[in-house]
């Protein structure tokens, strides 16, 4: 007798805006691949906590997707595949990032492009894997495809140990610049050396801006509103990449600099490219904690606290 395929599966899901109060762990259907499509039966999902906040997070070309799934950096296993993939095949040990204006991997399947998956080296952990996908390709697009940076340059990162800043940190010292990171504690900066760093200022919020000036790059990496001596900072006709929200014109303007805003997206050669990287341990991935899926809305409020160590949030998959 034929077995019909399961239909739903247990999601975080939210069904109004909001923060992580409105998250609820619930059953959901289960989501079907279109035709260059891969479903992944997902074992860790990594949590970015802005996420949250993202216009693309709550609609898609301006119409509302409540209820959304959050989440959407992801490593599983590949369940199903659509008719036109051909270089995937079911039970590969996959990595991803699901563009962010779709549901998220806080659920036990997700349903991605196969073109923003990857293979998995077997020595990568799920979590490993997870939790380096949207920080390192975000890092590898600011530096390479925004910045053109290259060996000699002065870098200068504000929060250079985050989730981001931390593969910044990393990336601008492999491919050879000078590298001076903004951080918040002595810890952090132990930190942003061990990364790379050549230079680290342990700052409170303003009085960085005497001490730094004349940078090629410089890329606000915190998350909050980029102050005004970011844009001081970098040299007359050098760049400032900012993370967050495009930047002010006007302050771009006042310093002669040309700033930019820029949204990650996944290809399968930077993927294929990363999953190299890690399984020959040329990247640090640090992981702060981890939850199981069940208690997604937890890991989510936990974004308010201080986290137990370095890195990323991860919620597990049985
Ligand atoms: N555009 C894109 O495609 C894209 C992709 C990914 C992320 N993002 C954005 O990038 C930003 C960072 O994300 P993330 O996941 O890396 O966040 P994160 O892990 O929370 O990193 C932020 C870092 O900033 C540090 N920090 C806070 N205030 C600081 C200050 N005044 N000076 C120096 N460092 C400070 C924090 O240190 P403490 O922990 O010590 O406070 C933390 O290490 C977010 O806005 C996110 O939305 C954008």
């Known amino acids: 007798m034929d077995v019909e395929p399961a239909t739903a599966m247990m999601a975080l899901r939210a069904h109004e805006r909001g923060g992580p109060e409105r998250l609820v762990y619930e059953e959901a259907p289960r989501p079907i691949p279109g035709p ?12 970015t906590f802005a996420e949250l906040t993202w216009p693309e997070t709550w609609e898609s070309a301006g119409i509302d997707r409540t209820p959304v799934i959050p989440s959407h950096e992801f490593a599983g296993v590949v369940a199903e595949v659509g008719p036109d993939v051909i270089d995937l095949t079911v039970g590969d040990s996959v990595f991803g990032l699901v563009p962010f204006d779709r549901d998220g991997a806080a659920a036990e399947f997700v349903v991605v492009p196969s073109a ?3 293979r998995k080296e077997a020595t990568v952990s799920d979590v490993d894997a997870a ?6 390709l975000t890092a590898w697009e600011a530096l390479r495809d925004q910045t053109h940076l290259v060996a000699g340059q002065r870098l200068l990162i504000r929060g250079g140990t985050g989730a981001v800043g931390a593969f910044l940190t990393q990336f601008g010292h492999q491919i050879g610049a000078e590298v001076t990171v903004t951080v918040t504690s002595a810890l952090a900066e132990a930190r942003a050396r061990k990364l790379g760093a050549d230079h680290v200022v342990v700052s409170t919020p303003h009085p960085e801006a005497r001490d730094l000036q004349a940078f090629d790059v410089a890329i606000d990496a915190v998350g909050d509103e980029v102050p005004e001596w970011m844009y001081a900072a970098v040299r007359p006709g050098g760049q400032l990449i900012v993370l967050q929200e495009p930047p002010s014109q006007e302050l771009a303007d006042k310093y002669g600099v040309s700033a930019a805003f820029f949204v990650v ?16 341990g040329h990247v640090e991935v640090a992981i702060a904690q981890t939850f199981p899926l069940s208690a997604g809305k937890a890991a989510y409020e936990s974004g308010s606290r201080p986290k137990p160590g370095p890195g990323k949030t991860v919620i597990l998959v049985p």
């Open 36 to 47: 260059d499509e891969v479903c992944v039966a997902v074992r860790a999902a990594a949590i």
């Open 116 to 118: 923003c998956v990857a």
């Open 131 to 136: 939790a380096a996908v949207l920080p390192a």
């Open 265 to 280: 997206h996944a290809r399968r050669e930077r993927l294929d490219e990363l999953a190299a990287l890690i399984a020959a």
